[in-house]
C-alpha cells in the first residue's frame, strides 16, 4: 500500500515545476514565433528598403544621364547658330569650302564649344558635323588627334537619314566611346542637310554617372544597336538583361528579380524618353541574404541567451510562489487538527496577506454567525414597522386636514378652507411623488398654484405672480416637484426680503434640439427680488438653521436633474442684484406615454 501511494504521488507534478516549464515553454514558443515574423518581416522591409533605395539611385542616374544627353543634344542648335556653317549646310550646290573659310568655322565651333556644360566634364573626344556633301567640320575636344575617316564611314553607313531624334551608337571595334548623333535638317524645307556627331569616353561618362552610387551596384545602358555597363566584368549580364528589356520597361519604372549569367540580380530599370536609350541599376541578391543573415544569426544567439535566462528566472519565481503556499498549507493543516486557531501574518506578498487576513476574518464570522442573523432579522421586523407607520402617517393628516376644512366651511370662512385644500393637495402630491419619477406639465403646476395661493395669503397683496405656459406644453412630462422648490427659493430669498412689492414669473418655452438628440423646453422662474451679489455654485451651498429646507430642496433638484438628463439639464443662475433674477433648467420635451 505505502509503495502504491507513493508512485501515485511521484504522477503529479508540483506547482514548482508547472511553473517552471510554463515559463520557459511560453518564452521559448514566443520567441520562436516572433523569430520567424521578425525573419519574414525583415525581409520584407529589406526588400522594400532595396526596391526604396534602388528607384532612388535610378532616379539620380538617369537625371545626370538625361542632363548630359540634353546638353550634348543641346551642342548642335548651338553650333548652327553660325550663319556661315548654316549657309553651307543649306547650300544646295557642292561648291568646296575654302580651307580659312573650314578653320574660321571649326575656331568657332570650338569656342561655342568650351562654353557649354558638357565642355566642363572632359569626357568629350571630338564632335563632327558632315554636310550632305561630304563636307567636314570637325573639332577635338580630350587633345587627342585620332584618324576618324573609318568611324565617320561606318557610322554613316548604318545611319538612317530620316529619323529626326537623338541617336546613341557603339562601333564593334571600339567599346570605349560611345556616339551621339543627329541628322540635321533646313529649317525652311525640311530636307536633311548633314549629320551632327558627337564622341563620347564611355569610361569618363560611366564614371561620372556612378558617382554616389553603392560600390556594390553598377549600371546598365542599351538599346537595340548596344549595350554598355558601369563594370566590365559584367558585360554577359548586361548583354541578357538588354534581350529581355522589353518585358519589364513597359511601366516608368520597373524593380524586379533577374536571373544573369546563373545569379540572382535585383534590378530597376527605366526607359529614358527622347534617347531610345533603357537605363538600369543592378545588384546581387546575395547582398541581401547576407544582411538578413547576419541579423537572423545574431537573433538566434540572443534566443538562446535569452532561454536560459528566463530558465533561471523561472526557477527562482516558481521558487519565491511555492514557499509562502507551502508555509500556508501548514498552518492550515495545524488548524484543521485543533492546535491552532488562526494563520500567522503572511508579510511575503500583499495579496497572501489579504488572503490570511480574510481568512482569519471567515473564521471569526463563523463564531458569531448566528447571533448577527438573529439581529439582522430583529432590524428586518423594525423596518417593516417603520415602513407601515409611514404609511399611516399621511391619511391620518389628511384626515385632520379634510375636518379642518369642513369645519372652516360650516363657519362660512372660505380662506381658511381653501388654505387647508391647498395644503392638503401639497401633501398630496408629496406623497405621490414619491411613488413616481415624472408628471403632467400641467399637473406639476397646479400644485405649484397651491402653493403660490399659500404665499399669497400668507404676503397678502405683496406678490405678484405671471405664468407663461403654451398650450403644446402642458401634456408633456416632467420630473416631480422640479419647479415648486425654485418658486419657494425665489419667494422665500428672492421677494420676503425685498422691500415693496415684488413680482415672480414662470416661464415655460419650446425650443430646438440642443444639448439633447430630441427638442427642449426651458423652464425659468424670475423675480426682482434682492438677488445675488455673486452666483453660488449649487454644489456647495451649505444648508443653515434657518434655511435648510430651501437650500437642500434647491441641492436635491440640480442633483436629480443631472442624475435624470446629465449634466446639461443642470440649474443655471443668472442674477442682477436689486434687479433680476432667474433660475433655470432645460429638459428634453417627452410626450405623454
Given amino acids: 500500500m505505502y509503495m502504491r501511494g507513493k508512485r501515485s504521488t511521484h504522477k503529479i507534478i508540483s506547482l514548482r515545476m508547472f511553473i517552471t516549464l510554463a515559463i520557459c515553454l511560453t518564452v521559448t514558443v514566443i520567441l520562436v514565433l516572433s523569430g520567424l515574423f521578425y525573419y519574414n518581416k525583415t525581409a520584407g522591409i529589406l526588400m522594400e528598403n532595396y526596391e526604396r533605395s534602388f528607384t532612388s539611385q535610378l532616379s539620380q542616374v538617369n537625371q545626370k544621364i538625361s542632363d548630359q544627353i540634353a546638353a550634348v543634344d543641346s551642342v548642335a542648335p548651338l553650333f548652327l547658330s553660325d550663319t556661315r556653317l548654316l549657309n553651307i549646310l543649306e547650300s544646295p550646290d557642292s561648291s568646296p569650302v ?96 548633314g549629320t551632327f556627331f558627337i564622341k563620347i569616353n564611355r569610361a569618363k561618362w560611366m564614371q561620372y554617372c556612378v558617382e554616389g552610387l553603392d560600390p556594390s551596384w553598377f549600371i546598365s545602358l542599351y538599346n537595340d544597336e548596344m549595350a ?4 566590365d566584368s559584367l558585360k554577359e549580364e548586361c548583354l541578357e538583361l538588354a534581350a529581355r528589356s522589353a518585358a519589364y520597361t513597359s511601366l516608368p519604372t520597373a524593380f524586379h528579380e533577374e536571373a544573369l549569367n546563373g545569379e540572382q ?9 527622347g534617347s531610345g536609350l533603357t537605363s538600369s541599376v543592378l545588384a546581387p541578391k546575395d547582398l541581401l541574404l547576407k ?17 536560459l535566462i528566463a530558465l533561471a528566472a523561472a526557477i527562482c519565481i516558481s521558487q519565491m510562489i511555492t514557499t509562502p503556499i507551502k508555509r500556508m498549507i501548514y498552518h492550515i493543516n495545524q488548524i484543521s487538527a485543533g492546535t491552532s486557531s488562526r494563520l500567522p501574518p503572511m508579510k511575503m506578498y500583499h495579496e497572501f496577506k489579504i488572503w490570511a487576513d480574510s481568512f482569519n476574518q471567515m473564521l471569526q464570522q463563523l463564531d458569531t454567525y ?31 386636514l379634510n375636518t ?14 381653501q388654505m387647508v385644500i391647498s395644503l392638503g393637495e401639497l401633501l398630496k402630491a408629496n406623497t405621490l411623488s414619491k ?44 420630473p416631480c416637484f422640479c419647479i415648486q422648490p425654485l418658486v419657494e427659493n425665489a419667494i422665500i430669498h428672492g421677494l420676503e426680503p425685498k422691500k415693496g412689492k415684488g413680482k415672480l414669473i414662470i416661464q415655460i418655452v419650446p425650443l430646438t434640439a440642443g444639448d439633447f438628440p430630441e427638442p427642449e423646453m426651458e423652464i425659468a422662474i424670475i423675480d426682482n427680488g434682492i438677488g445675488f451679489t455673486r452666483i453660488p455654485d449649487i454644489r456647495t451651498i451649505s444648508s443653515s438653521a434657518e434655511d435648510s429646507h430651501t437650500h437642500i430642496g434647491l441641492k436635491n433638484l440640480d442633483k436629480r436633474l443631472e442624475l435624470l438628463f446629465g449634466e446639461n439639464a443642470r440649474i443655471k443662475i443668472e442674477s442682477v442684484p436689486n434687479l433680476c433674477t432667474t433660475i433655470s433648467f432645460r429638459l428634453p420635451r417627452m410626450e405623454k406615454l
Avoid at 575654302?98 to 568657332?108: D, N, S, V
Avoid at 554598355?228 to 563594370?231: F, K, M, Q, Y
Avoid at 406678490?463 to 412630462?477: A, M, Q, T, W
Fill in 404 to 417: 379642518i376644512a369642513w369645519k372652516a366651511q360650516i363657519i362660512h370662512n372660505e380662506e381658511i378652507y
Fill in 265 to 273: 540580380y535585383f534590378v530597376a530599370s527605366e526607359r529614358l524618353s
Fill in 98 to 193: 575654302g580651307y580659312e573659310t573650314k578653320l574660321a568655322i571649326e575656331k568657332q565651333m570650338s569656342s561655342m564649344y568650351h562654353r557649354t556644360s558638357i565642355a566642363s566634364h572632359n569626357f568629350t573626344d571630338s564632335i563632327f558635323i558632315i554636310s550632305k556633301d561630304n563636307a567636314l567640320f570637325h573639332i577635338y575636344t580630350s587633345g587627342s588627334f585620332e584618324p576618324y575617316e573609318e568611324q565617320n564611314e561606318a557610322l554613316l553607313a548604318r545611319l538612317d537619314k530620316s529619323r529626326t531624334n537623338l541617336m546613341c551608337r557603339m562601333l564593334p571595334w571600339d567599346d570605349n566611346s560611345i556616339y551621339f548623333i543627329r541628322n540635321l535638317f533646313n529649317g525652311n524645307s525640311g530636307h536633311y542637310m
Fill in 370 to 400: 448566528y447571533t448577527d442573523n438573529f439581529q439582522k432579522q430583529l432590524l428586518l421586523k423594525n423596518a417593516e414597522i417603520r415602513a407601515l407607520q409611514s404609511q399611516m402617517n399621511p391619511h391620518f393628516l389628511f384626515n385632520v
Fill in 228 to 231: 554598355l555597363v558601369s563594370n
Fill in 435 to 478: 411613488e413616481t419619477d415624472f408628471i403632467e406639465l400641467e399637473k406639476e403646476m397646479d400644485y405649484v398654484k397651491f402653493y403660490i395661493y399659500l404665499q399669497q395669503c400668507r404676503f397678502e397683496d405683496r406678490i405678484d405672480c405671471v405664468i407663461r405656459i403654451p398650450d403644446e406644453l402642458r401634456k408633456c412630462r416632467v
Fill in 291 to 307: 544582411d538578413l543573415n547576419s541579423t537572423l544569426e545574431t537573433y538566434l544567439l540572443f534566443l538562446v541567451l535569452t532561454i
